[in-house]
């Protein structure tokens, strides 16, 4: 027995040591590192829900929606949560197909991230936020979710706002679009983060994106006691959600119709035009009334997640890429719409307004011959008739000669560049700033622009000058493309003769947008100032009180004198009557609604005319701006003209109508509205 | 009634409580410390359980105290009769935990919370037989090598040695096929206890601890472990290995034990314990409701009660007067000391985690029985090695 009360004696000292070494280890855990361990497990337990605002809608100009909230029963699943489980959610997908009938292997691509080689359907937005997997789910789906909540651990459902769109296709890509708030971005907005949510969306493009701040409103924050499983235990302290503000823009939903189907008519007419556009602006606010774009795309694709199939397409040349804007971000030649400028420049360049100008059939610089259209040869007419018959020859030579005024082919230091810097005056050639992402500066060709060029490009230029084009098939191609090298590399910093003379009329390097050309109308048959359009009008608290007029900015006054500017806008009112675009108003009751306009036709090399038509009404007392632009649509006169046609038409309630009934104006006079609508309580007109 | 049945009764009432009775001469400190420990252990499991049902959140408690109730009951019974029948009936005690380890493996077993180690005995009782297997284990060990060696009273025959591992082995076999790592690990622990108490030669005892040594490399490198087996014991040296899978738990218990501080928050009042952090807080990680809710002064106190109990347990195995009993009472003490030291520690970081209860304060019906009837046994030696009359 000795041995063994021996060893029980070890025993007993090892089981000392044991009780020492639990409790040392406890003083350890407990006393010295405890604060350290209260601030971990408090942040465990802790968890901050946001309550997403509700986003603000966007009104026209009379308090009609054209983007609403509708709200829907969505189902999210938490990823972070399911990739804990030992099976990595396996089964709680599993059931959560069955209930929601979705099939599981897409359910489960729509929670994997998006990245490289991962495309749609994939989750875009934050890892840490839950995912949308089903949109419109019916109550009794839901319901299954909610109340068996240990079968369906960190998969909730719940009632979501989602964006509706009451026009359909009208105005989508001003409007633009809402998508998950990506990681970087709510990292990058680090003040702005509070107000995301889970399932936060941000504005992609158009106003959704530039007024994103003030529609999306304040999140509500809820600090909430969790468990394990995420569930809400206890709410510790709570503030409500603040709706977003209501975005009134000055675009009026019957005009944007009109301006919808005016470009649809000249789409079907003109099968291989790429695309169109149509803008009409308010001349004395600068505020804009109606903006459309073709192709177009129905913006609901975006609600609840966009398919793969959908987002490729959106993208593609083949769709034409319908998200982008054409009256905004499409630059091209403006032709003969651009003689506005050239004129003025001609007039402040010192020559008179009431002198003689020679049209001749053609002009000759440098020994090439520029024709006017057709030929046409008028002999001495005056500035007025070369405007209404748009005689191209009367602004050749004033282009030329300008150019040899400032040194030809070896500039003087200081060169005056009438046309160019007139073009740059009316607003060309730089973004006009309107309240929209993704807008094109287009593009005035100078001296100065030239040299800028000929610099970035000369090496490249000077070493296939060279080596030539190897590279290219056609050996007769690559000769001609290694003589052109050859030439920009010698002399590219030369701004030719050809340039001044192509700059008059609004063709060569020449580019504007759409809505450019606009606001040069507006600026010209105006008061002559220069503004940054806006379509933002007002933004409205819920409640429907005024929270901020959006002012629309006057840029400057245009350097034109008012004698000058009434002269060619009378010139222009007599292009519907007797000019160019005569034959697009035959049978227009011009008696009841003067119309002015100038009609363009731009030549693109490889594809057909760029049709244009930039008009104003009344002609006498201008309220109204409208500009048409049809890629591929041939002459001016033939496609774009009869577009604005159709538009003015609508706008002062001229013509019958579909059942040969007379039609009810969109705006009456052609006066936009001038109050902002009164907006109810619960947001809506 | 006859006069003998008179007599009879009237000497059981005096063996009970007249002079020199049980209750005199029982070791008021173990019974103590079991009892406080069973008190604690009910508030524990009422605290990590009420939330479980918003109807009922004194369930789990109540079923707790009915368990205790029947292990007192046991312990009773145990106590006061004279223990050297379990030394007769440990063959058979051996022979139906085998079964019942056996049947775990048919159809008959059932898996709760994710252990498979039950049957269902119907009316929503289920039996742990590997909590059975603890005590009768000891019993069988001790009664084998009680018998001493011929030639040296002080130690054990070299054939009943090594009987006792094959018959450890049998049962540690069957319970690592459900698989259970924890009550493994406590089986040899026993095992290699009694044998080394029983008085094998020292430079035994060092070659059975290098071949324990070898065998864990072995089992290690040749990869006989499951992955998440061996998770338990790299988290353990590293918890951020697998912050979600082994290395949650083990971090989130040491958060709740930590975050009690040095008072505790209070019972009822551990956020940990409400949100359920932790996973099986009222069985294997009850520790760490102690350690949240009660702070570092009440797991000092449970850890001193468990303390209490192994080192009365120790005194008793000293001081009985046959091999038999002082091996059972080693063994008993060196199994609830392995279970203290394992679960405790496995909450505080310094022990991997399996899943061994803690002793008289986890939840669990078969463990709660088992543990008290170990005490009793430990109670019925104390009763029985001391003189009669002081």
Redesign the interface.
């Known amino acids: 027995m000795t041995r063994l009360r021996g060893r029980l004696i070890v025993l007993q000292v090892m089981v000392i040591a044991m009780i020492v070494v639990l409790v040392v280890r406890l003083w350890q855990v407990q006393v010295v590192q405890g604060s350290r361990f209260v601030t971990v497990a408090t942040e465990t337990r802790t968890r901050e829900v946001r309550v997403p605002a509700l986003r603000g809608a966007i009104l026209d100009s009379s308090g009609r929606p054209l983007v609403r909230n509708r709200t829907t029963l969505v189902v999210s699943v938490d990823r972070g949560r399911l990739e804990r489980m030992p099976d990595g959610g396996a089964a709680v997908l599993r059931r959560l197909s069955g209930v929601l009938k979705v099939p599981l292997p897409k359910l489960k691509m729509e929670i994997r991230a998006c990245g490289p080689g991962v495309s749609r359907p994939c989750w875009p937005g934050s890892p840490y936020t839950p995912i949308p997997v089903a949109t419109n789910v019916n109550p009794r789906a839901a319901l299954q979710i909610l109340e068996r909540q240990e079968d369906f651990p960190g998969v909730t459902a719940d009632i979501q706002a989602m964006r509706d769109y009451p026009n359909g296709r009208d105005a989508a890509q001003l409007l633009g679009y809402l998508q998950p708030v990506t990681q970087s971005e709510l990292e990058k907005r680090e003040g702005l983060k509070a107000n995301y949510s889970g399932v936060d969306l941000t504005g992609r493009d158009g106003l959704e994106r530039t007024y994103d701040a003030a529609l999306r409103g304040t999140a509500g924050l809820r600090a909430v006691q969790v468990d394990r499983m995420g569930k809400v235990i206890t709410v510790d302290q709570q503030s409500d959600p603040v709706p977003g503000d209501i975005l009134v823009t000055s675009i009026d939903a019957k005009v944007q119709r009109i301006v919808e189907k005016s470009l649809d008519q000249a789409m079907q007419e003109i099968p291989n035009s790429d695309g169109a556009a149509g803008v009409v602006l308010d001349v004395k606010t600068g505020r804009v009334i109606a903006m459309a774009s073709r192709p177009n795309y129905d913006p609901r694709v975006w609600t609840g997640g966009i398919t793969e199939k959908d987002y490729r397409r959106l993208l593609s040349d083949k769709s034409g890429k319908p998200l982008v804007s054409r009256a905004i971000a499409g630059e091209y030649a403006p032709g003969s719409t651009f003689k506005i400028s050239s004129a003025s420049a001609m007039i402040a360049d010192g020559e008179s307004l009431h002198g003689t100008f020679q049209c001749p059939g053609a002009y000759t610089v440098e020994g090439r011959s520029y024709p006017n259209a057709g030929g046409m040869s008028l002999g001495a007419i005056s500035l007025h008739e070369a405007l209404v018959k748009s005689c191209d020859t009367v602004f050749y030579r004033a282009g030329y000669e300008e150019w040899l005024r400032d040194g030809g082919k070896t500039p003087k230091s200081k060169v005056k560049e009438p046309m160019p810097n007139m073009a740059k005056a009316y607003g060309f050639g730089r973004r006009t700033g309107i309240d929209l992402p993704g807008e094109s500066p287009g593009r005035i060709p100078t001296r100065a622009w030239k040299l800028d060029l000929y610099n970035s490009t000369r090496a490249e230029m000077c070493r296939r000058a060279k080596i030539g084009y190897p590279e290219m098939k056609n050996e007769s191609r690559a000769a001609f493309a290694k003589r052109l090298a050859n030439e920009n590399c010698l002399e590219g910093m030369i701004f030719h003769a050809y340039e001044a003379v192509n700059l008059s009329i609004g063709q060569g390097d020449v580019l504007v947008t759409p809505l450019q050309l606009a606001r040069a109308y507006a600026a010209l048959v105006g008061d002559g100032n220069v503004r940054s359009p806006r379509i933002g009008w007002a933004l409205m608290r819920p409640d429907g009180t005024l929270h901020k007029e959006i002012p629309v900015p006057v840029e400057y006054h245009l350097p034109v004198s008012d004698e000058t500017r009434t002269y060619i806008r009378k010139a222009l009112s007599e292009v519907p009557s007797d000019g160019t675009a005569a034959g697009a108003f035959r049978g227009f009751p011009l008696n009841i609604v003067k119309i002015g306009g100038k009609t363009g036709t731009a030549e693109v090399y490889g594809k057909e005319d760029t049709s244009w038509f930039a008009s104003f009404a009344p002609a006498d007392n201008p309220r109204l701006v409208t500009v048409v632009m049809v890629a591929q649509g041939g002459f001016g006169a033939s496609t774009a003209a009869p577009a604005v046609r159709r538009i003015w038409e609508g706008i002062f309630g001229l013509g019958k109508g579909d059942n040969n009934k007379p039609i009810q104006p969109a705006l009456p006079d052609g006066k936009p509205v001038t109050r902002l609508p009164a907006i109810s309580r619960d947001g809506t007109q | 009634m006859t006069e003998a049945m008179r007599v009879g009764r009237g000497s059981l009432a005096r063996r009970a409580i007249g002079r020199g009775a049980v209750v005199w001469r029982m070791d008021w400190l173990l019974l103590g410390a079991v009892l406080a420990l069973s008190v604690v252990g009910t508030l524990l499991v009422w605290s990590s359980t009420r939330?479980w049902s918003s109807i009922e959140p004194t369930a789990m408690a109540k079923k707790h105290v009915i368990n205790l109730l029947i292990g007192l009951a046991l312990y009773s019974a145990v106590a006061v009769s004279d223990y050297r029948w379990l030394r007769t009936y440990a063959p058979v005690l051996y022979a139906v935990a085998l079964v019942g380890l056996v049947l775990v493996l048919t159809p008959m077993g059932s898996t709760i919370n994710g252990h498979h180690s039950w049957i269902m005995v119907g009316g929503g009782f289920a039996v742990q037989p590997d909590e059975l297997a603890k005590p009768v284990l000891v019993l069988m060990l001790a009664r084998l090598l009680a018998r001493p060696s011929e030639r040296d009273k002080?130690?054990p025959r070299a054939l009943n040695v090594a009987l006792c591992l094959v018959l450890t082995g049998v049962a540690a076999g069957l319970i690592m096929l459900e698989p259970d790592l924890g009550t493994t690990m406590v089986l040899a622990t026993i095992t290699g206890?009694i044998i080394?108490?029983?008085?094998v030669r020292k430079r035994w005892v060092v070659a059975g601890i290098l071949l324990a040594v070898v065998a864990g490399v072995a089992v290690w490198s040749l990869g006989l472990l499951k992955p998440y087996q061996v998770a338990r014991f790299t988290a353990l040296l590293d918890p951020s290995t697998d912050p979600?899978?082994v290395g949650?738990n083990s971090r989130?218990a040491?958060?709740?034990?930590?975050?009690?501080?040095?008072f505790g928050k209070g019972l009822f009042h551990g956020?940990?314990t409400?949100?359920?952090?932790v996973p099986e807080q009222h069985t294997d990680f009850i520790f760490t409701v102690a350690?949240e809710e009660l702070?570092?002064v009440g797991?000092?106190a449970v850890?001193?009660l468990?303390?209490v109990i192994?080192?009365r347990g120790?005194?008793i195995?000293?001081t009985c007067?046959d091999?038999f009993s002082?091996?059972v009472a080693?063994g008993v003490?060196?199994w609830l000391?392995f279970q203290?030291?394992v679960n405790?520690?496995m909450t505080?970081?310094?022990m991997p985690i399996t899943g061994v209860p803690l002793p008289f304060v986890s939840y669990g019906g078969t463990a709660t029985f088992a543990n008290m009837t170990a005490v009793a046994v430990l109670q019925a030696i104390h009763l029985r090695s001391r003189p009669f009359s002081s």
């Open positions: 939330t002080d130690r206890a080394v108490l029983s008085g979600r899978g949650y989130q040491l958060v709740a034990i930590g975050s009690g501080e040095l956020g940990q409400t949100g359920r952090f350690g702070g570092f797991s000092v850890v001193a468990l303390g192994l080192l120790a005194r195995a000293r007067n091999r002082a091996l080693g003490v060196a000391a203290t030291l405790v520690g505080i970081g310094i």
